[in-house]
């Protein structure tokens, strides 16, 4: 009993930092709008880069990244000396989890977000740092290469929950004692994938949004072929 109290504050601690809307808040204070209202209305960095530019969009990016770590450091720390090695990494897990799902449903913003790439990256390297500079070369590698912020968000999704579990059976400590984090990165994927079904359709229908270089190369394109 004592346990499932204890998962519930790391799932509120979890929930809590996630909903932190620094999207809305930057774009509002910059440029006076409710990011709502502009393009695709999640409040992630990609959103707040079309409303905001730039600067914004990457601000609110590494803001996302921040408060899905923040969620783990806080519980690791109310909770390491509260519950034993095998269930901490459950309680962790599930911090994470709840990250991303207080950042795409955040009470703050009536329920509404992002699509929780930023805090899920955030958790998995409050877990283990590489995942950062992993996220940062594939998201930048994608983003520049593809534009499409869905796949990019789409593939990192896919590829924490590979990484924890390569680490696993690779048996790295103290991944090799747990499949928490493993559970945990394939929830937190798909919650992120439910949260682009309509990025998804609009994949298989070949008309999903590009955003960045590919972006300004078809609007030039566009323009070529309209004179």
Known sequence: MISVFYFLVAALIGYLCGAIPFGYLYVRLVKGVDIRTVGSGRTGGTNSLRAAGLGVGLATSFSDVGKGALGIILSRWILVNQLSPELLPWAL?????????????SVFMGWRGGAGTGPNVGWGTAVW?????????VMSGMLLGIGMASVASLTM??????VFFV?????????DTTLAYTVGGLVAFIIVAWALRPNIRRLLDGTE???????????????????
């Open 93 to 105: 897990a599930l911090a994470g989890v709840m990250s991303v799902i207080g950042h795409n449903w």
């Open 129 to 137: 740092w590489p995942m950062l500079p992993i996220a940062v070369v």
């Open 157 to 162: 999704g896919a590829l924490i929950a590979i």
């Open 167 to 175: 680490l696993y059976v690779a048996g790295v400590h103290p991944f």
């Open 209 to 227: 949004r590009v955003v960045g270089p590919r972006a300004r190369l078809k609007r030039r394109r566009e323009a070529q072929d309209s004179h």
